[in-house]
């Protein structure tokens, strides 16, 4: 697609529930990335891929949080027994190469919105 | 961690005025980024400038960097009141992944 895609838009789940939010980036960009963000805050790290390398889980929050990149491309970011403090954005994007030097620009979707109630 | 700390945490100005956003980051960087974000939704890359250059410009903004006191700052020309929304700063160092500040939120009244 022309960007990166992000479903679903929005999702509002019971506590305790596990959610499942997709990334689908641009074609060809070997790197993706998931932010979180809460309500006025700024963007918190969650993982990071980059090509068939090992994946940067430093930002991962707790063993509930996990994501996968099938193929090198579409991305699931999955959140198991969910909890309040679970609901905020989640943002993912891509870029053609990340880390190091690298000076690619990242290329944002538009989010999936997360109520756990 | 944050590594970019962005100041003001919020600017209100009048159309047509200039509006600059300070960025203060702690370790050493390959580049920084600065990013706006309308409505709380995804961000569009505005401007890069990297570790060995100390400004640039795109259209309406002009971004300085000094990495003897690891700062940035984004300056907005005659701003509109579509320049309304929070602007991000994103470092990276090393092999590690952008990392963003909190933001300025920018209000342009018209």
């Known amino acids: 697609g022309a960007g990166v895609s992000q479903s679903p838009s929005n999702k509002v789940t019971e506590k305790g529930k596990d959610v499942e939010l997709r990334c689908d980036p641009i074609?060809?960009?070997?790197?993706l990335y998931w932010y979180r963000q809460s309500l006025g805050q700024g963007l918190e790290f969650l993982i990071y891929f980059q090509g068939n390398s090992a994946p940067d889980k430093s930002g991962l929050p707790s063993d509930r949080f996990s994501a996968e990149r099938t193929g090198g491309s579409v991305s699931t970011l999955t959140i198991q027994r969910t909890q309040q403090e679970d609901s905020a954005v989640y943002l993912c994007a891509s870029s053609l190469a990340g880390g190091g030097y690298s000076g690619n620009t990242i290329y944002f979707g538009e989010g999936s919105w997360l109520t756990v109630v | 961690s944050q590594q970019g700390e962005e100041d003001p945490q919020a600017l209100s100005i009048q159309e047509g005025e200039n509006a600059t956003m300070n960025c203060s980051y702690k370790?050493?960087?390959?580049?920084l980024q600065w990013y706006r974000q309308n409505s709380g939704r995804g961000l569009v890359h505005l401007i890069l400038i990297r570790s060995n250059e100390r400004e640039k410009h795109s259209g309406r903004l002009r971004v300085t960097l000094d990495t003897s006191k690891k700062s940035s700052s984004l300056l907005i020309t005659a701003s509109r009141a579509a320049d309304t929304a929070s602007y991000f700063c994103?470092?990276?160092?090393?092999?590690?992944?952008?990392?963003f500040g909190k933001g300025t939120r920018l209000s342009v009244i018209a």
């Open positions: 370790t050493s960087i390959n580049n």
């Open positions: 994103a470092t990276r160092s090393g092999n590690t992944p952008l990392v």
């Open positions: 074609s060809g960009h070997t790197a």
